[in-house]
């Protein structure tokens, strides 16, 4: 199913000044960099992960308008297809991205996250941040945030995710690993930001990587998770620290606060 979004929501002249001073140049905010070597199997294994992590924070309303930034193949697109949502939109800043989405018959556009969401004239009911958080510098995030914000419908959602910040095995290499990141989160930060841009009804959750119920392997690494996760908040807890969540990264969902 093709999206019904018309060319004239996405097409008003798209000013990329903000965009052109983002901070992070090796891996920029608006293009997706998680995909695996072979692309075609990322339709698999992403669409696996996603529906999973994320398919129940979405609205119910197949009509729904949703923008899904740094898109990348589509993967996410792909997923909302198969799910029966009609006027979805992706965009990423790299052509060859969204090639292969196209190829697979999604509304995927090459564009700007910040350019594209200024010049969108009409409001989203979803916007989906698929690159992390971390490839922006605080001010960019607040920026960002607030931009989302201002773009969606009455009520509407947002969906974003981060590296975890306190993960006490892989939080710090995950930060420090990639030069393009900025910061690390934590279930109080996340929640923090989203707060004060101005969301209500927020959610910080896990995200479970191991979601391949076929694979024997993945139940041991599922159980391994499981135990050190509960030893992780444990030890917190001996120290005074109230932070559950202790995957490798955590997402976040909020609605956009009533103007009451």
């Known amino acids: ?41 990322g339709y698999r294994t992403f669409g696996a992960f996603y529906r999973h992590n994320y398919l129940r924070w979405i609205p119910k309303d197949r009509s729904a308008r949703i ?8 993967y996410f697109v792909n997923l909302l297809r198969q799910e029966g949502y009609a006027n979805v939109v992706g965009i990423d800043s790299f052509p060859d991205k969204v090639a292969f989405a196209t190829r697979h018959g999604l509304d995927c556009r090459v564009a700007r996250a910040f350019g594209f969401l200024t010049a969108s004239p009409s409001p989203w ?3 989906i ?7 922006l510098t605080k ?22 995710h981060a590296i975890n910040g306190a993960h006490p095995i892989v939080g710090s290499e995950s930060r420090w690993g990639n030069f393009d990141h ?14 004060y ?9 896990p995200l479970n990587l191991y979601v391949f119920w076929t694979n024997p392997l993945n139940y041991v690494a599922l159980a391994w998770d499981t135990l050190t996760r509960v030893f992780f908040r444990f030890c917190f807890k001996m120290v005074g620290k109230t932070n ?17």
């Not at 923008?67 to 589509?74: A, F, H, K, T, W």
């Not at 941040?129 to 490839?135: F, M, P, S």
């Not at 900025?182 to 707060?195: D, G």
């Not at 841009?197 to 959750?205: A, P, S």
Request: charged residues 25%; glycine residues 6%; negative net charge.
């Open 125 to 127: 009911d979803v916007i």
């Open 244 to 260: 559950a969540l202790f995957s490798k990264k955590i997402g976040a969902v909020g609605r956009k606060r009533d103007r009451g």
């Open 129 to 135: 941040a698929e690159q992390e958080l971390n490839h």
């Open 67 to 74: 923008l899904v930034i740094s898109c990348g193949p589509g």
């Open 182 to 195: 900025y910061n690390a989160w934590t279930q109080y930060s996340l929640q923090q930001v989203l707060e």
């Open 1 to 41: 199913m093709r999206s019904t979004v018309t060319p004239t929501d996405a097409s008003p002249p798209i000013d990329t000044a903000l965009d052109d001073m983002l901070t992070a140049q090796m891996e920029p905010f608006d293009s997706f960099w998680e995909a695996p070597t072979n692309i075609e199997k």
């Open 139 to 160: 001010e960019e995030i607040l920026r960002f945030m607030t931009l989302c914000r201002d773009k969606l419908s009455e009520g509407g959602t947002v969906i974003v």
């Open 197 to 205: 841009t101005g969301y209500q009804n927020i959610r910080v959750f």
